[in-house]
Antibody
Framework: EVQLVESGGGLVQPGRSLRLSCTAS????????MSWFRQAPGKGLEWVGF??????????EYAASVKGRFTISRDDSKSIAYLQMNSLKTEDTAVYYC?????????????????WGQGTMVTVSS | SYVLTQPPSVSVAPGKTARITCGGN??????VHWYQQKPGQAPVLVIY???DRPSGIPERFSGSNSGNTATLTISRVEAGDEADYYC????????????FGGGTKLTVL
C-alpha cells in the first residue's frame, strides 16, 4: 500500500524550531518529488514547498511566506522527507501535510499531488 | 500572482448534478487538478490534468477546462460527496508557482 506518514508535530514557542518527518512506503521514493502543504484551522490549503527527485537535481522551491525560514530535505536511503522549520511564528500554526509528486518534466510544474499523508498538527504559541 | 476563484459554497440534492467552477485568467491554457477534502481528513486527488480520474475515483466525477473557467462536475451526487473541493494549477511565470483556489463547500441537501 502506498502511504505517507507525517510525524514531529506539536506545541512550540514562537521563535523556536521544529522538524517534521514524512516516512514513505509502498513506492520507489527516489523517483518522486516530495512536497509539503499546510492548512491553518478553518482555512484553505497552502503550499509550503517541494524538493525534486535526485534525477531532477534534488532542488527545492518554497512559498514566499516560508522562504528563508523553512528547509525541505530528503533521505532516499530511508524514504523520508523532512521539513525543518525555524523562527516559527504564530501564523505557522496549521496541520502540515506531505505529498508526493511525479514530475513529468524537470520543473515538475503542471503535475498533480496524488498521495497525501494524514497530516501532523503544529501549534506555535507561548 | 495568479488567482483562482471558486464559489464558497454549492448545494445540491441527492441524485442531482453538482458543478463547481474555478475561474482564472486564461485557465484553459493550464492543467487543472481538483482535490476533495472531507472534514478531519487529508485531501484526495479526484481529477488531474483537467479531466483525468485517478484509479478508485468514481466515474461520477468529471472535469473540463476552457477559456477562463474550469469545472468539476459530480453526477448523481451522494451524501458521501459532501466535502470541500479545491482546484489547483501551476503558474510558472510567478515566484509563487503553485496556486490553490479558495475552496468550495459542497453541501448535499
Amino acid at each position: 500500500e502506498v502511504q505517507l506518514v507525517e510525524s514531529g508535530g506539536g506545541l512550540v514557542q514562537p521563535g523556536r524550531s521544529l522538524r517534521l518527518s514524512c516516512t514513505a512506503s509502498g513506492f520507489t521514493f527516489g523517483d518522486y518529488a516530495m512536497s509539503w502543504f499546510r492548512q491553518a484551522p478553518g482555512k484553505g490549503l497552502e503550499w509550503v514547498g517541494f524538493i525534486r527527485s535526485k534525477a531532477y537535481g534534488g532542488t527545492t522551491e518554497y512559498a514566499a511566506s516560508v522562504k528563508g525560514r523553512f528547509t525541505i530535505s530528503r533521505d532516499d536511503s530511508k524514504s523520508i522527507a523532512y521539513l525543518q522549520m525555524n523562527s516559527l511564528k504564530t501564523e505557522d500554526t496549521a496541520v502540515y501535510y506531505c505529498t508526493r509528486l511525479y514530475c513529468s518534466s524537470t520543473s515538475c510544474y503542471g503535475d498533480a499531488f496524488d498521495i497525501w499523508g494524514q497530516g501532523t498538527m503544529v501549534t506555535v504559541s507561548s | 500572482s495568479y488567482v483562482l476563484t471558486q464559489p464558497p459554497s454549492v448545494s445540491v440534492a441527492p441524485g442531482k448534478t453538482a458543478r463547481i467552477t474555478c475561474g482564472g485568467n486564461n485557465i484553459g491554457s493550464k492543467s487543472v487538478h481538483w482535490y476533495q477534502q472531507k472534514p478531519g481528513q487529508a485531501p484526495v486527488l479526484v481529477i488531474y490534468y483537467d479531466s483525468d480520474r485517478p484509479s478508485g475515483i468514481p466515474e461520477r466525477f468529471s472535469g473540463s477546462n476552457s477559456g477562463n473557467t474550469a469545472t468539476l462536475t459530480i453526477s448523481r451526487v451522494e451524501a458521501g460527496d459532501e466535502a470541500d473541493y479545491y482546484c489547483q494549477v501551476w503558474d510558472s511565470s510567478s515566484d509563487h508557482p503553485l496556486v490553490f483556489g479558495g475552496g468550495t463547500k459542497l453541501t448535499v441537501l
